[in-house]
């Protein structure tokens, strides 16, 4: 398959072309941050008048996974306008664009769009009640795909590994904090289902070979609070855990709200797929192995600013 993938400069676009490179052709979409990709790179602010039409016509793909959007909570609170034109009309405007030309299309969206008050774990046919403006957007962002183009498969994400800039995700915050012997909080009150992003990058990649439809939770099947997660990837690096305090949520002075419960199923996926979800200790390890072979290096590599 041809594959374009959007938001190649960031956490999930750039571990997941790699991932898909080796079984696909892969093109990425770049505002001008990359280089020296092993992949084909078409510029393009998504934004632009035009730039769905024109980056479609450059690569010609069979398949589209979407991987672009404000995903940073602070910057949509900051910015609503511009958190809903990237994560809602673009998502839309590619979505009629995918259907137009007959191409497979793979949204990334967000565990996020729930309040987490449920007890227990989501399922796709919860109701969604997002906290702020980033789940909001991401929530129209999905709902707009469905609506536009019914056959396109929407997943719900979480995700953790290494980035181009070093710092995009939890793991990274830990691994750099202990690291560099300094102290580090972690909530305890926020549960979630973090994936390994090169999972993520491989599982979004097979539900578009199978040809998905619909709404997926594509987490991590092992739920754990966000103080567990950087427990975990202390011991794993032979760091000292002690030096992570557990802390509330309540207490973290963020702007934007964040859901206390993120547990969801994957039930509805791994049936689809026929096969469980990587479980949390593979990913960690692979996470672990990445960094002796020099991966975190490569990636930022990519990233010429
Ligand atoms: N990270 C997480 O823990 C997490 C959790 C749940 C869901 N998700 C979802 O997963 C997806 C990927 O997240 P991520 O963490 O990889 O995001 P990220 O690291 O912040 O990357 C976002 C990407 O979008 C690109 N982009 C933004 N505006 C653009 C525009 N106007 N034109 C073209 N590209 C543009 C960025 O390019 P620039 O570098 O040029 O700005 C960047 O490549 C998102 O849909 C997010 O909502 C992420």
């Not at 092993?38 to 769905?52: C, T």
């Not at 991401?138 to 056959?151: F, H, I, N, S």
């Not at 012997?181 to 992003?197: E, H, N, Q, R």
Request: with cysteine; hydrophobic share 40%; charged share 20%.
């Amino acid at each position: 398959m041809k594959l374009l993938v959007t938001g190649a400069s960031g956490l999930l676009g750039i571990n997941l072309a790699l991932e898909a490179m080796s079984a696909h052709e892969v093109a990425v979409v770049d505002r001008g941050k990359l280089s020296g990709t092993p992949f084909r790179i078409v510029r393009a602010d998504l934004l632009d008048a035009g730039a769905v039409d024109s980056v479609l016509d450059a690569a010609q793909p069979d398949g589209v996974i979407h991987c672009a959007a404000l995903a940073d909570l602070e910057a949509c609170e900051a910015d609503p306008d511009l958190a809903r034109r990237l994560n809602a009309h673009l998502p839309a405007r590619l979505a009629r664009a995918c259907k137009a030309r007959g191409i497979r299309m793979a949204h990334v969206s967000t565990d996020a769009v729930f309040d987490g008050s449920k007890q227990g774990a989501y399922t796709e046919a919860d109701v969604p009640n997002p906290l702020g403006v980033y789940a909001q957007t991401k929530l129209e962002g999905e709902q707009a795909v469905g609506a536009e183009y019914p056959e396109a498969v929407v997943a719900r994400v979480n995700i953790y590994g290494w980035s181009p800039s070093g710092k995009r995700s939890l793991a990274e915050f830990f691994y750099n904090c202990l690291s560099n012997g300094l102290k580090a909080s972690g909530f305890t009150d926020v549960t979630f289902c973090p994936m390994l992003v090169n999972d993520t990058g491989r599982i979004l990649v097979k539900m578009l070979e199978h040809g998905l439809s619909g709404l997926y939770h594509a987490v991590g099947p092992q739920p754990m609070s966000k103080y567990q997660f950087g427990v975990e990837v202390a011991r794993q690096f032979g760091l000292d855990e002690s030096t992570i305090s557990p802390k509330s949520v309540l207490d973290s002075g963020l702007t934007a709200r964040r859901a206390p419960n993120l547990w969801l199923s994957t039930h509805r996926l791994s049936t689809a797929l026929g096969e469980p979800l990587p479980v949390f200790s593979t990913g960690l390890d692979q996470f672990y192995a990445q960094f002796q072979q020099g991966y975190p290096q490569k990636i930022r590599s990519y990233q010429q600013m």
